[in-house]
């Protein structure tokens, strides 16, 4: 059963005059880790706010169509509920670490669901171990590096134990390093735990290895949808900006001119090893 | 602004340091309204000088100077004042009138000093900690925190704007007094749109993890008061218990300076 | 000209942000400030506008020490682009926020409402003319305010992390905006992390880790060269990436630019055939 099925989606912002997304219907099955991207103002943030029910609750504007997420209908439950099954993490890293220190704020969920101390404690101990940030545990989010905020917000979300993570544009703020660190996370959260993850990015180089589904957004509507391979190949995606991984150019480009790789490749690693077996005749 | 600095927690421990902030609280408390009992220069100079040792035992004593001194302003505004007034009004007259002058003075200075101990040696976790636990309303304790933990961003935000303002050749210290409040438009919008979007997402995030949830709210931590804090409410209390005596039954065999000086 | 002569910085709060800088821009260079976050990057570049004055050491921009001349008239000349728009943005139009430093340098109201046109016209802007740049998208904003520096022609444009948040549309965008502005002559200096674009654009790199420069040269030589790329603790470039993957097999390893390695794969093709 799939994880999140939306249908005929429209939505406008309270005074829009046209809507900021219209008729997505997309399918995310359990478990994948699904990039979702497209030029600015595509509807990504719009989509993403969609998902725990910031809209319709938080923004109210129009919203039209149908969305579920783990088997319950967004606009019938309130925003605090959606939270146990769907974590949100924000853009910048500054702006969503409210406590004095970085045990606090992953206690922060917790402690609004009204879960009993002990039961905290423990939830956030093993966060703080999944996420490797355990001897940040007790410094202030203000002497943290953008990276290691983002980690802490990471795991804030992380301690409820979502059955989705979505992630808008987690990276914007962070260098190559500290990028390439974020994903390495959410890759694991995604592989040892099983939590389907949805992440909103440009930077399709350093995410490209992690990902199994791809939606591509233009204009508030939904153009492309599919494996990696398929969407990052297609003409559609060079035409609309899509930063498209630079192995797959390549590859793309060999084939036209006549280098045939077994696959077009997605990330440098896979890169290396069709040219290998290329040019190893 | 000196006087602020000296109210600025510092990540120092000290037995003070570890003191349940209720605790504390009360003893402020006690010394202010001891404080205002008297209008003596003894009896508040006694209550000056028993709080140092509080200031020792908590290590902040370089802080606590300077918050005493930030304060000299005022404290001389105030003696200035009261013996001008009372000068004129001849309420007091002679040896009297000075002793009143320097205790209202010294009374400021004696509230300055306590609550210079409790902010210097709370922490704002500690504060709002302490806060929830006195069943003061979350969307208020949650408010302090927020701006606490904020503080240092929008200054160094602050620094920014008026830097990429500088370098569209804005001058901040040229020109008469309205054209300079004028100049700082440039600082101030900026500052506070950015103020409002932060908020906005600040909002975004709490609700995204499940804001408003429980109507009864836990917490990761609990405060538990122990040893130190129960001789301190003991130590404040006894202090409360003299202080009422005194007042009620000896207010005036309290030797003053008129009398000191006159024998 | 810019020439930073062994400049050490120390900022308030006791860190060493700078330790020993030496470097010289030449007019009409198109420089690359690349490290870490933290590596002094931003520290470095708003020592050429003298937001911030050398602990130890100088600073001379076109032989004017920046200690002897105030930041506003160091802005005529060096025009810095600040990585958050909305950290400048506060009038009330598009207009009036372009008119803002032309009127603090003292320009005459004609010549202002011919550079307010001008630089709208170049940044694609003419039809926000009167609107309000809160209302603009994230990307329209940047725009707003690279116009607003644009405007008064600065000699040389320093652009703090330009590429953040932006799309690869925006983004090819910008580096062919660069690559005018330095045709007219303009030097360009820009900060970033991101190695992508820098592969992209080749400019010259500066590199830096921990208040220090650790390399300074061809964008090329510079990021395929693992060593320096792992002190200074940046990734090399996708394209690089790869052919070190296939560095046993023969294959050059400063390749950055795919173009390029389209190029040396089909040349190696066509050999290894011709050997058959």
């Known amino acids: 059963m799939a994880i999140i099925e939306t249908k005929s989606l429209t939505y406008t912002y309270p005074g829009g005059t046209k809507p900021s997304i219209s008729d997505v219907s997309i399918s995310i099955q359990r478990g994948e880790f699904v990039i979702v991207t497209g030029p600015s103002g595509c509807g990504k943030t719009t989509l993403c706010r969609c998902f725990n029910g910031l809209i319709p609750y938080f923004y109210s504007g129009k919203l039209d169509g149908e969305i579920s997420v783990a088997g319950l209908k967004v606009s019938e439950h309130q925003i605090y509920e959606m939270a146990k099954y769907v974590g949100l993490v924000f853009q910048n890293p500054e702006n969503q670490l409210f406590a004095l220190s970085v045990e606090k704020d992953v206690a922060f969920g917790l402690e609004n669901l009204g879960m009993p101390r002990e039961e905290i404690r423990k939830r956030v101990d093993w966060t703080l171990q999944m996420t490797g940030i355990d001897e940040l545990r007790e410094r202030a989010p203000h002497e943290l590096s953008g990276g290691q905020q983002q980690r802490v917000a990471i795991a804030s979300v992380l301690a409820m134990q979502p059955d989705v993570m979505v992630l808008d544009e987690p990276t914007s703020f962070l260098d ?45 509507k939904i153009v492309l949808d599919g494996k990696p391979r398929e969407v990052f190949n297609s003409d559609l995606a060079q035409l609309i900006g899509v930063g498209i991984p630079k192995a797959t150019r390549l590859g793309y480009m060999l084939q036209k001119s006549g280098i045939r790789l077994n696959e077009i490749p997605v990330s440098s690693d896979e890169a290396t090893r069709l040219l290998r077996e290329v040019l190893k005749t | 602004m000196s006087v602020f600095e000296g109210f600025r927690f510092r990540h120092v421990t000290s037995p003070i340091h570890r003191l349940d902030p209720r605790v504390k609280f009360f003893y402020v408390i006690v010394s202010f309204v001891v404080a205002v009992l008297f209008n003596q220069l003894l009896p508040l100079l006694v209550l000056f000088f028993v709080q140092i040792p509080f200031v020792l035992a908590a290590g902040v004593v370089r802080e606590w100077l300077r918050s005493l001194r930030g304060a000299v302003f005022l404290v001389t505004v105030i003696f200035v004042f009261n013996f001008v007034f009372n000068y004129l009004y001849k309420t ?158 000896h207010f005036g065999s309290i030797p003053t300076l008129a009398h000191l000086l006159s024998r | 000209m810019i020439e930073v002569k062994d400049v050490y910085f120390t900022y308030l709060s006791g860190v060493q942000a700078l330790k020993g800088v030496s470097l010289a821009i030449r007019n009409g260079e198109f420089v690359a400030i690349m490290g870490q976050n933290g590596a002094g990057k931003t520290t470095l570049v708003k020592q050429f506008n003298g937001l911030l004055k050398p602990t130890k050491g100088s600073v001379l921009i076109d032989g004017v020490n920046t200690r002897d001349i105030s930041v506003a008239r160091l802005a005529r000349k060096v025009g810095f682009v600040f990585q958050n728009p909305d950290h400048q943005l506060f009038s009330e139009t598009v207009e009036e926020e372009i008119a803002f430093a032309l009127k603090n340098f003292g320009f005459k109201e004609n010549i202002i409402k011919r550079r307010v046109s001008w630089a709208l016209n170049l940044l694609g802007l003419t039809e926000y003319r ?147």
């Open chain 1, 176 to 220: 190559p390093l500290g990028a390439q660190k974020i994903f390495e996370v959410i890759g694991s959260l995604n592989k040892k735990l099983g939590i389907t993850v949805i992440l909103v990015e440009h930077r399709l180089d350093l995410a490209s290895k992690y990902v199994n589904h791809v939606i591509v957004m233009d204009g508030g």
């Open chain 2, 92 to 249: 007091y007259t002679g040896w009297a009138l000075v002793e009143f002058s320097l205790a209202m003075a010294l009374r400021f200075l004696v509230l300055v000093e306590s609550f210079s101990i409790f902010f210097l040696t709370t922490s704002p976790d500690h504060l709002s900690l302490a806060l929830e636990q006195s069943h003061v309303p979350f969307e208020f304790t949650f408010a302090f925190t927020t701006a606490v933990r904020f503080v240092p961003v929008l200054a160094e935000e602050a620094q920014t704007i008026m830097d990429a303002q500088k370098a569209r050749g804005l001058e901040l210290e040229r020109g008469n007094f309205l054209k300079r409040v004028r100049n700082y438009i440039p600082i101030l919008i900026p500052l506070i749109v950015s103020a409002i979007r932060r908020s906005l997402e600040l909002a975004e995030a709490m609700e995204s993890r499940a804001w408003g949830a429980s109507p009864k709210r836990t917490n990761l931590y609990v405060l538990k008061m122990k040893k130190g804090d129960f001789a301190l409410i003991t130590i404040s209390a006894i202090f409360l218990i003299v202080g009422v005596y005194i007042y009620l039954y």
């Open chain 3, 130 to 276: 009167q609107a309000s740049p809160f209302m603009l998208s994230g990307g329209e904003r940047k725009r707003v305010a690279l116009a607003s520096v644009l405007a008064w022609n600065p000699k040389i444009i320093i652009l703090d992390e330009p590429t953040i948040g932006q799309d690869h549309q925006q983004k090819e965008n910008l580096r062919q905006f660069i690559v005018q502005l330095n045709a007219q002559g303009k030097t360009v200096v820009i900060v970033t992390h991101d190695v992508e674009f820098v592969a992209e654009c080749s400019p010259r790199v500066v590199l830096m880790a921990d208040g220090q420069i650790v390399a300074d040269g061809d964008a090329k030589r510079i990021l395929t060269d693992p060593n320096i790329t792992l002190k200074a603790s940046i990734v090399m470039p996708q394209i690089t990436q790869i052919f070190y993957g296939l560095a046993d097999l023969g294959l050059p390893t400063d390749v950055i630019d795919v173009s390029e390695a389209r190029k040396v794969l089909l040349d190696y093709w066509e050999e290894a055939k011709a050997k058959h």
